[in-house]
């Protein structure tokens, strides 16, 4: 039976984040019951053109999902553990921020069925919280943490680097205060100016700046040092976790494996006979429930995916990854040879350059060409 992520996309927030460009929306009323109403809908009808599948995980994403009441939340797990065949260890991730009113509500979350809490951390310095436009404290974060930790069996929190007037000092100090208080899970980003967002406005006027590419890589360096203290390993560009506490969602999408998706804005990749099929959901969370509402799902694309795209695909994705790509896998999803996606010359290139290793079985970005991964794949991919 074949194995399915399943995501679960919750569009909004108390208020828009200046430097996001996700699919949020900030609404006086969430209209919660409309939008649960759709997503179990929606959820039906794809269980329905999917057939029978091993559930490997389902994440709760957004937005802000700790914004979910409970009881919506055990209703969407119930469904899909009654649609598909809930694999033994599956996996139930719930991204949540850290305020005292959504921490508030994470044994109900545990009670719901959530397994794996996600906090938006994002800092533990006050002045940059402010600058993100966060709503929490440092304090706050980490009183989350704390309780995140006690509750769930996994807990995993997020962290922005590369910050205005951000130094290696201080990027240290707080990692590893974050790190101390025993999380098995790190997911790591850089901040950068999104196109449409509120920093892009304000970038583009000289309101700040941000560390240059030399500053950014020594931070980024640190990071995994700091880690490492603490027994997290990097396991994704972006992602450090301890041995068996990577996220198994996440890792479906990285080795290209089927992921279905759900709500408002949501995107998937789903096998459909021979076919995989890309899809993707209307972005406006009403509009979105109204398509459900009349037509079963809230569709506004979805096209088959070609051979040459999922090579490229499966490429960018397994190269994120410290264990790299399976080439067997590669073949057996792609329907192409690894060997047949890429630029010889380049291939040599980057593999005396020490940026890719290849065995019989995988070809692996190493720590360095993972660094400079864009501009290898641009110059890899044929």
Same mark, same amino acid.
């Given at each position: 039976?074949?194995f399915?992520?399943?995501?679960?996309?919750?569009?909004?927030?108390?208020?828009?984040?200046?430097?996001?460009?996700?699919?949020?929306?900030? $609404?006086?009323?969430?209209?919660? #019951?409309?939008?649960? =109403?759709? &997503?179990? *809908?929606? !959820? +039906?009808?794809?269980?329905?053109? /999917?057939?029978?599948?091993?559930l490997?995980?389902?994440f709760?994403?957004g937005?802000?999902?700790?914004?979910?009441?409970?009881?919506?939340?055990a209703?969407?797990?119930?469904?899909?553990?009654?649609?598909?065949?809930?694999?033994?260890?599956?996996?139930?991730?719930?991204?949540?921020?850290?305020?005292?009113?959504?921490?508030?509500?994470?044994?109900?979350?545990?009670?719901?069925g959530?397994?794996?809490?996600?906090?938006?951390v994002?800092?533990?310095?006050?002045?940059?919280?402010?600058?993100?436009?966060?709503?929490?404290?440092?304090?706050?974060?980490?009183?989350?943490?704390?309780?995140?930790?006690?509750?769930?069996?996994?807990?995993?929190?997020?962290?922005?680097?590369? $910050?205005?007037?951000?130094?290696? #000092?201080?990027?240290? =100090?707080? &990692?590893? *205060?974050? !790190? +101390?208080?025993?999380?098995?899970? /790190?997911?790591?980003?850089?901040?950068?100016?999104?196109?449409?967002?509120?920093?892009?406005?304000?970038?583009?006027?000289?309101?700040?700046?941000?560390?240059?590419d030399?500053?950014?890589?020594?931070?980024?360096?640190?990071?995994?040092?700091?880690?490492?203290?603490?027994?997290?390993?990097?396991?994704?560009?972006?992602?450090?976790?301890?041995p068996?506490?990577?996220s198994?969602?996440?890792?479906?999408?990285?080795?290209?494996?089927?992921?279905?998706?759900?709500?408002?804005?949501?995107?998937?990749?789903?096998?459909?006979g021979?076919?995989?099929?890309?899809?993707?959901?209307?972005?406006?969370?009403?509009?979105?429930?109204?398509?459900v509402?009349?037509?079963?799902?809230?569709?506004?694309?979805?096209?088959?995916?070609?051979?040459d795209?999922?090579?490229?695909?499966? !490429?960018?994705?397994?190269l994120?990854?410290?264990?790299?790509?399976?080439?067997?896998?590669?073949?057996?999803?792609?329907?192409?040879?690894?060997?047949d996606?890429?630029d010889?010359?380049?291939?040599?290139?980057?593999?005396?350059?020490?940026?890719?290793?290849?065995?019989?079985?995988?070809?692996?970005?190493?720590?360095?060409?993972?660094?400079?991964?864009?501009?290898?794949?641009?110059?890899?991919?044929?």
């Amino acid at each position: 039976m074949q194995f399915l992520a399943l995501y679960i996309h919750w569009p909004f927030c108390l208020s828009k984040c200046p430097y996001c460009d996700f699919n949020s929306h900030v $609404r006086a009323a969430i209209p919660e #019951a409309r939008i649960l =109403a759709a &997503l179990r *809908t929606e !959820l +039906a009808f794809e269980a329905a053109r /999917l057939g029978p599948r091993r559930l490997a995980s389902i994440f709760f994403g957004g937005g802000t999902p700790s914004l979910m009441a409970p009881e919506s939340v055990a209703a969407v797990i119930a469904d899909a553990t009654a649609l598909f065949t809930p694999a033994p260890d599956l996996e139930i991730t719930l991204e949540a921020n850290p305020t005292s009113i959504e921490a508030g509500r994470f044994r109900a979350y545990r009670d719901a069925g959530v397994n794996r809490i996600s906090i938006g951390v994002q800092s533990l310095d006050d002045a940059a919280l402010t600058f993100l436009g966060r709503n929490h404290s440092a304090a706050q974060a980490m009183a989350a943490v704390e309780i995140g930790r006690d509750i769930f069996p996994r807990a995993s929190f997020d962290l922005i680097y590369a $910050r205005p007037g951000q130094t290696l #000092a201080a990027w240290r =100090a707080e &990692l590893a *205060t974050a !790190l +101390a208080v025993g999380l098995d899970h /790190l997911s790591l980003y850089q901040l950068t100016i999104e196109p449409g967002t509120q920093f892009a406005t304000l970038y583009g006027r000289a309101a700040f700046t941000l560390p240059d590419d030399e500053d950014a890589a020594a931070l980024y360096d640190a990071t995994a040092e700091i880690a490492a203290r603490f027994g997290l390993a990097p396991y994704e560009i972006s992602n450090y976790a301890k041995p068996g506490q990577e996220s198994r969602h996440n890792l479906a999408y990285w080795r290209y494996q089927d992921y279905a998706g759900i709500g408002a804005g949501a995107h998937g990749r789903i096998t459909i006979g021979d076919q995989l099929i890309a899809t993707r959901r209307h972005r406006a969370p009403e509009a979105w429930a109204g398509r459900v509402e009349a037509r079963g799902h809230g569709s506004v694309e979805e096209a088959e995916v070609s051979a040459d795209e999922r090579a490229r695909e499966a !490429l960018l994705m397994g190269l994120r990854l410290a264990e790299g790509i399976d080439t067997k896998a590669y073949a057996a999803r792609t329907g192409r040879a690894l060997i047949d996606t890429l630029d010889p010359d380049i291939l040599d290139q980057a593999l005396l350059a020490g940026y890719l290793e290849a065995t019989p079985d995988r070809l692996i970005a190493t720590a360095e060409g993972r660094k400079r991964l864009n501009s290898l794949l641009t110059a890899l991919v044929r």
